[in-house]
């Protein structure tokens, strides 16, 4: 497995670049709560099997969830600022 750059400092194998940006991309243009909501869930699951599977050391598997965590709260206050439901 390749690895590469995911974002600035934190290296994936490439292999899961594609799935995380799309959750990622999910969550960032949800236009709705529930919506951003359900995308970080899924966003969560998928980090939180990676973990299980032990496929990224711990410090990488937490700035995966901060980013996700990071990610939808930035999402939700545009919504909750443009009132959307």
């Known amino acids: 497995m390749a690895n590469d750059e995911f974002l600035p400092g934190l290296v ?4 899961y670049h594609g799935v ?5 991309a999910e969550m960032a243009n949800a236009g709705t709560v529930v919506n951003c909501l359900i995308a970080q869930a899924r966003a969560q699951g998928m980090v939180e099997a990676l973990e299980l599977m032990k496929a990224l050391d711990s410090a990488r598997i937490e700035r995966l969830y901060q980013l996700v965590v990071e990610t939808a709260t930035a999402r939700l206050d545009v919504l909750q600022r443009e009132g959307g439901a």
Do not use: G, I
Request: no cysteine; net charge positive; glycine share 0%.
């Open 20 to 24: 995380l940006r799309q959750r990622l």
């Open 12 to 15: 994936l194998p490439a292999v």
